[in-house]
């Protein structure tokens, strides 16, 4: 059942695809428990064994591939019964299942509920698995920005159910997942603008924020004309998702009744689900959509909350004004600057919300811009990695080893990828969300020439920042969900733009044989020790705990699943945490190369 030995090009039929999405289900249960239940029981070089403690036997799993960074790859499983000296071949769904017991166990979890919603949560992701791996079987390569969004076979890289989807029918995934390639127009409704609340950060031509957005909605392609409005009335666009859900809330329909709503149906252009799947993309369209929609994804409902919609335009006003894009010509925030919603009374979101985001991929702009999550994920069977794929090709044009391709790619991505996220942090006090989902690369040269990030949930503000920024950007005042400790900050950064990011890009050249592991992690060291002499500010700080720290916070997606959590429900919107080993602080140079100095 090694994941490492897919089947050859062309032969992902149906019982390939079966045995492939059960490989990888498994590799990323197994993931999560040895990272968050068992940490440290994996060695270089020895299969890992788990003492089961809700049965009488022992587990034993080969390492294919071990990571310092990141996921191991494993080969064939076992089983020893107390009763039994003799191993025994183990199929990965038994093993599935009894990973997911272990964990109750373990974790002395005695709802007798959550074990049954773990288990559908795994089975339900690896049916996507399945379907998507059998589906796409035989198409190209991703070639830019949709294809690659599409690309996403095994979904998060250690997450227990990676392509779990609630709320969505076998019909709605070939329609509206990205995976399959749908296309579809979006739902429109007439609302009397007395129940619309919207938002922009740049004016219209008259000077009225409010009104800008309204009229981003005629920038969609295709609704030019299509419709008869009244003269207050405001047109709201619907993911067709959406749109089925609110026509059953009893609230809408009273609205509906009242003819305060209209109903207009289907029209204009056809949309394209992106990786997110609620965010919406076509070449034509100046303005990606983000929606709120009624399905779970991974850990969240995602329903998008009245504050998101804030901050997206407070910050989109607050980073025009500092004028970042200026100074970081090789970084681009891709910003979220207006939104329409209904009100229904007594209720803080209705279901309505809707996110104008900035589309730079228009038309042929989307060429060679890629993803993190695509370009660092498991290939699927009979492929090479995109990102080793990539590099070698590239390594091939320039006649050089690829492992010095390799290193000249990665300083390429650091310039434009590290470099600008900590000038961010160092003068302006704002850190980013920056995981592999929400970061994107442009590799129309091969080598990494600009890089993007996106997600107006994504901000972090350092309270020291927090006074200057709010009286440069009013707005920000009423926004004190973004606002948190230097030390909160730099545990979270860490998480998602090093241990996320950074090390998803490390692991996959480690695994794939392109470079070694260690080297790029001395590599990313010489890097954040140069930054910690060169920043005078919350980066410098940073950089200095990503050096020294001996522990790293790192997302709990085990935990939070197996407690069946909605991280949009904690106190932070963050989910669970703990700490794993940090592998920059492990990886040691000479002490000529740092001086002493620069770290006390």
């Not at 199929?91 to 997911?100: C, G």
């Not at 990503?546 to 790192?554: G, N, R, V």
Request: glycine share 8%; net charge neutral.
């Amino acid at each position: 059942m090694s994941f490492q030995q897919p089947p050859p090009p062309g032969a992902c039929g149906q019982s390939a695809s079966q045995a492939v999405s059960q490989a990888a289900s498994l590799q990323a249960l197994l993931n999560g428990f040895l990272r968050e239940i068992m940490p440290d029981s994996v060695t270089p070089g020895r299969p890992v064994e788990i003492p089961l403690s809700h049965i009488p036997a022992r587990l034993r799993v080969a390492v294919v591939y071990h990571s310092r960074t990141g996921p191991h790859q494993f080969g064939a499983a076992q089983i020893r019964f107390a009763a039994s000296p003799a191993w025994q071949a183990a199929a990965p769904v038994q093993v599935i299942t009894l990973i997911a017991q272990e964990c109750f166990s373990r974790l002395n979890t005695r709802d007798p509920g959550k074990l049954p919603e773990f288990l559908r949560g795994i089975f339900n992701s690896n049916a996507q698995i399945e379907t998507i791996l059998h589906r796409n079987a035989g198409l190209p390569e991703p070639d830019g920005f949709l294809t690659a969004e599409q690309a996403l076979s095994y979904g998060h890289w250690l997450h227990p159910t990676p392509k779990s989807r609630d709320g969505l029918t076998g019909w709605q995934q070939a329609v509206y997942a990205p995976e399959y390639a749908g296309r579809f127009p979006l739902t429109f409704f007439a609302a009397d603008k007395s129940i619309v609340s919207q938002g922009a950060a740049q004016d219209d031509a008259r000077g009225a924020a409010q009104g800008a957005a309204a009229g981003l909605v005629n920038q969609i392609p295709g609704i030019a004309g299509m419709f008869q409005l009244q003269a207050d009335e405001i047109l709201i666009p619907a993911h067709p998702l959406q749109a089925q859900a609110l026509r059953l809330d009893p609230a809408v329909q009273a609205l509906l009744a009242a003819g305060r709503l209209r109903d207009l149906g289907a029209a204009g252009g056809d949309f394209a689900a992106t990786s997110s799947v609620r965010t919406v993309y076509a070449p034509d369209c100046p303005w990606m959509l983000k929606f709120s929609i009624p399905v779970r994804l991974t850990n969240s409902l995602r329903a998008t909350l009245r504050n998101e919609l804030e901050v997206g335009v407070s910050m989109a006003r607050l980073l025009h004004r500092l004028g970042f894009a200026k100074t970081s010509p090789r970084f681009q925030i891709i910003d979220d600057p207006a939104y329409l919603t209904v009100d229904l009374p007594g209720r803080r979101e209705s279901g309505f919300e809707v996110i104008f985001r900035q589309n730079p991929f228009a038309g042929e702009q989307g060429k060679g811009i890629y993803n993190l999550a695509a370009l660092t994920a498991d290939p699927p069977p009979g492929r090479t990695a995109l990102l080793t794929g990539i590099i070698t090709r590239l390594a091939a044009a320039r006649g050089e080893p690829r492992a010095k391709t390799a290193r000249i790619w990665f300083d390429a991505y650091l310039d434009c990828m590290l470099d600008p996220v900590l000038a961010l942090y160092d003068r302006h006090g704002i850190a980013l969300e920056a995981h592999q989902q929400n970061s994107l690369l442009d590799l129309g040269t091969g080598l990494p020439s600009r890089a993007y990030y996106r997600d107006n949930q994504g901000y972090f503000i350092t309270r020291d920042a927090y006074p200057r920024l709010s009286a440069l950007e009013p707005s920000l005042a009423g926004q004190p969900v973004l606002v948190f400790s230097e030390d909160h900050i730099n545990e979270r950064l860490a998480y998602y733009l090093i241990v996320n990011q950074l090390f998803a890009v490390i692991r996959r050249l480690g695994c794939d044989g392109v470079a070694e592991e260690a080297a790029l992690l001395l590599q990313l060291r010489r890097r954040l020790t140069a930054a910690a002499g060169r920043f005078t500010g919350a980066a410098a700080g940073f950089a200095r705990y990503l050096l020294t720290a001996p522990a790293l916070a790192a997302k709990a997606n085990l935990l939070t699943r197996v407690h069946n959590m909605d991280e949009l429900e904690t106190d932070t919107q963050e989910g669970l945490f703990l700490q794993i080993k940090n592998p920059i602080a492990a990886c040691l140079p000479q002490p000529a190369q740092e001086p002493a100095d620069v770290l006390a």
